[in-house]
């Protein structure tokens, strides 16, 4: 998430779900995600802060968004795990879009049905995504209720902008229950962004000593030192704010860096106008830019970070399928949403690499943070960099570095026999670690000094196009790989140790901790070895 250097609160304190039965968890290689209970669409999120406002007029309209279920998931969840098994004959062996529609997407003739059962409850179709996995829709508050028997209320959130929520489990219809996989009937802010702007602005440093590309490529050794720059190769970065181009420039001619890949905009929801998450969106981009200038960058910018939108950007890139890395620089208090899981589980299928920052509040009571805690994401916790007698220093935890156990995921195969853990038994973030305090980013026109783990997240996108670029492929769910890597060599060539620092809650260590993962990954040693 992104976090200038004083960081906001990015995320929303307390995001739980109710207890409805069983938790939803990841077992050894992350199974279906569908509800215990097929008749829940959706939970109900419990959102510390928000204020309740009372039922909802019926009148008013609301806008829902249905997700269909894949057909054969047994079949998926054995191409899951087998396309990261060295054993297989389908390691690595990726699909496109187009051949994960025709193998686990919904039908024609079932998205008719579920839409036939929309409409005739009252529902207006307002769109339909291209891979037929995802419905939006938009009924009064009245008809919503009645179709999901569900309660909805108006609520109140920091931005003061009109909120809804369903105040009990939304439940689906007999004849949506086979087809439909989850319904989200509110629109609150489940994420925010994690940047935060330091006391100091300009650039620290020059471009050869700074903590800039340049900084994070030598110290870290990344493949752009000897001519793999990304050329080839695509990032997506899903966001909730553009940035202006004037900036992306003066960032990039300052330095300077020569850029031969392209920056283009998907706007997937809302204006796709510039706003108050900028200073985010500028540090993706000049960050992921910068470390792989031939690297292409598709901005998927969505109106506002909450779970719809969010799904939104997910399901459009795995189903356009151009970007072989995700960015993901925000995020809120854990929680299990079926429908982005399903579009990870699609994304992994066809090689895509996601990637999310852990947070920017430290062990932060035991709470950590979503998108980064999923099984499928790869988690990226913060470090302290420094430069002292011609040489970078890269063994301090950043004390920000957002780190714990999850309360909701199963410990994941590839975390199975590692030492160190805080716990074996549920998911342990964060995976790895990059810098975090501090970068400087152009913005609005200026300098500014930004820090947190919204700084590793996109310096690791960038690594990872780079990785792919030296392999000749994509790599996918790279987690079990990276894992293996480190059980087999340990800090002999392709990670660096961090052993100093804390996250308040939990220490750097020899080894394994939850503060920054195994470590930091070296570049070029990484990506040149065979058994990654």
């Given at each position: 998430?992104?976090?200038?250097?004083?960081?906001?609160?990015?995320?929303?304190?307390?995001?739980?779900?109710?207890?409805?039965?069983?938790?939803?968890?990841?077992?050894?290689?992350?199974?279906?995600?569908?509800?215990?209970?097929?008749?829940?669409?959706?939970?109900?999120?419990?959102v510390?802060?928000?204020?309740?406002?009372?039922?909802?007029?019926?009148?008013?309209?609301?806008?829902?968004?249905?997700?269909?279920?894949?057909?054969?998931?047994?079949?998926?969840?054995?191409?899951?795990?087998?396309?990261?098994?060295?054993?297989?004959?389908?390691?690595?062996?990726?699909?496109?879009?187009?051949?994960f529609?025709?193998?686990?997407?919904?039908?024609?003739?079932?998205?008719?049905?579920?839409?036939?059962?929309?409409?005739?409850?009252?529902?207006?179709?307002?769109?339909?995504?291209?891979?037929?996995?995802?419905?939006?829709?938009?009924?009064?508050?009245?008809?919503?209720?009645?179709?999901?028997?569900?309660?909805?209320?108006?609520?109140?959130?920091?931005?003061?902008?009109?909120?809804?929520?369903?105040?009990?489990?939304?439940?689906?219809?007999?004849?949506?229950?086979?087809?439909?996989?989850?319904v989200?009937?509110?629109?609150?802010?489940?994420a925010?962004?994690?940047?935060?702007?330091?006391?100091?602005?300009?650039?620290?440093?020059?471009?050869?000593?700074?903590?800039?590309?340049?900084?994070?490529?030598?110290?870290?050794?990344?493949?752009?030192?000897?001519?793999?720059?990304?050329?080839?190769?695509?990032?997506?970065?899903?966001?909730?704010?553009?940035?202006?181009?004037y900036?992306?420039?003066?960032?990039?001619?300052?330095?300077?860096?020569?850029?031969?890949?392209?920056?283009?905009?998907?706007?997937?929801?809302?204006?796709g106008?510039?706003?108050?998450?900028?200073?985010?969106?500028?540090?993706?981009?000049?960050?992921?830019?910068?470390?792989?200038?031939?690297?292409?960058?598709?901005?998927?910018?969505?109106?506002?970070?909450?779970?719809?939108?969010?799904?939104?950007?997910?399901?459009?890139?795995?189903?356009?399928?151009?970007?072989?890395?995700?960015?993901?620089?925000?995020?809120?208090?854990?929680?299990?949403?079926?429908?982005?899981?399903?579009?990870?589980?699609?994304?992994?299928?066809?090689?895509?690499?996601?990637?999310?920052?852990?947070?920017?509040?430290?062990?932060?009571?035991?709470?950590?943070?979503?998108?980064?805690?999923?099984?499928?994401?790869?988690?990226?916790?913060?470090?302290?960099?420094?430069?002292?007698s011609?040489?970078?220093?890269?063994?301090?935890?950043?004390?920000?570095?957002?780190?714990?156990?999850?309360?909701?995921?199963?410990?994941?195969a590839y975390?199975?026999?590692?030492?160190?853990?805080?716990?074996?038994?549920?998911?342990?973030?964060?995976?790895?670690?990059?810098?975090?305090?501090?970068?400087?980013?152009?913005?609005?026109?200026?300098?500014?000094?930004?820090?947190?783990?919204?700084?590793?997240?996109?310096?690791?996108?960038?690594l990872?196009?780079?990785?792919?670029?030296?392999?000749g492929?994509?790599?996918?769910?790279?987690?079990?790989?990276?894992?293996?890597?480190?059980?087999?060599?340990?800090?002999?060539?392709?990670?660096?140790?961090?052993?100093?620092?804390?996250?308040?809650?939990?220490?750097?260590?020899?080894?394994?901790?939850?503060?920054?993962?195994?470590?930091?990954?070296?570049?070029?040693?990484?990506?040149?070895?065979?058994?990654?």
């Open positions: 998430m992104l976090s200038k250097a004083l960081h906001y609160s990015f995320i929303l304190s307390g995001l739980a779900l109710t207890s409805l039965g069983v938790n939803r968890v990841y077992a050894e290689a992350v199974t279906a995600t569908a509800a215990d209970n097929p008749a829940v669409g959706a939970e109900v999120l419990h510390p802060g928000v204020q309740d406002l009372g039922r909802r007029a019926g009148s008013i309209a609301i806008d829902v968004m249905v997700s269909l279920r894949f057909d054969h998931t047994e079949e998926l969840d054995q191409l899951l795990k087998e396309q990261i098994d060295p054993s297989s004959s389908n390691y690595r062996k990726f699909l496109t879009a187009a051949q529609d025709e193998r686990f997407g919904p039908t024609a003739e079932q998205l008719d049905r579920v839409i036939s059962e929309l409409q005739q409850a009252g529902f207006q179709i307002t769109k339909t995504s291209s891979d037929r996995v995802l419905v939006y829709a938009k009924a009064s508050s009245a008809v919503v209720e009645n179709f999901f028997k569900t309660e909805i209320h108006s609520v109140k959130q920091e931005d003061g902008n009109d909120r809804y929520m369903n105040v009990t489990p939304a439940l689906l219809p007999d004849t949506l229950a086979p087809l439909v996989l989850a989200h009937v509110d629109n609150l802010i489940v925010k962004v994690g940047a935060h702007p330091d006391s100091i602005t300009g650039p620290t440093q020059g471009p050869d000593g700074g903590y800039t590309p340049v900084a994070l490529a030598r110290s870290f050794k990344f493949p752009v030192q000897n001519r793999h720059n990304g050329a080839g190769h695509t990032a997506a970065i899903i966001i909730d704010s553009d940035v202006a181009d900036d992306l420039t003066s960032f990039f001619n300052y330095f300077p860096i020569h850029r031969t890949g392209k920056i283009t905009r998907e706007i997937v929801s809302g204006s106008a510039t706003n108050g998450d900028v200073d985010e969106t500028a540090l993706d981009t000049e960050t992921i830019g910068g470390l792989a200038p031939g690297a292409n960058i598709i901005l998927y910018l969505i109106g506002q970070l909450s779970g719809a939108d969010i799904n939104g950007a997910a399901n459009q890139i795995v189903s356009e399928n151009k970007a072989e890395a995700v960015n993901m620089s925000f995020g809120g208090n854990e929680f299990t949403d079926p429908t982005f899981e399903a579009a990870l589980q699609q994304g992994n299928a066809e090689g895509i690499t996601f990637v999310a920052s852990s947070g920017d509040k430290g062990s932060n009571g035991g709470i950590v943070s979503w998108p980064a805690v999923e099984p499928r994401v790869l988690a990226l916790g913060g470090t302290v960099i420094s430069y002292s011609r040489k970078y220093v890269h063994n301090e935890a950043w004390s920000g570095s957002g780190g714990g156990v999850s309360n909701i995921f199963a410990i994941p975390q199975k026999g590692i030492t160190g853990l805080a716990s074996t038994t549920n998911r342990n973030v964060p995976d790895v670690a990059f810098p975090a305090y501090y970068t400087d980013t152009f913005v609005n026109g200026g300098w500014a000094g930004l820090e947190g783990t919204s700084w590793s997240s996109p310096s690791y996108v960038a990872q196009l780079e990785i792919n670029q030296v392999k492929a994509r790599m996918g769910w790279v987690n079990a790989a990276i894992y293996s890597v480190f059980k087999t060599e340990g800090y002999a060539t392709d990670f660096y140790d961090v052993t100093n620092g804390n996250n308040g809650g939990y220490s750097a260590k020899t080894g394994y901790d939850n503060v920054t993962g195994i470590g930091s990954p070296i570049g070029e040693a990484l990506a040149t070895d065979p058994n990654l």
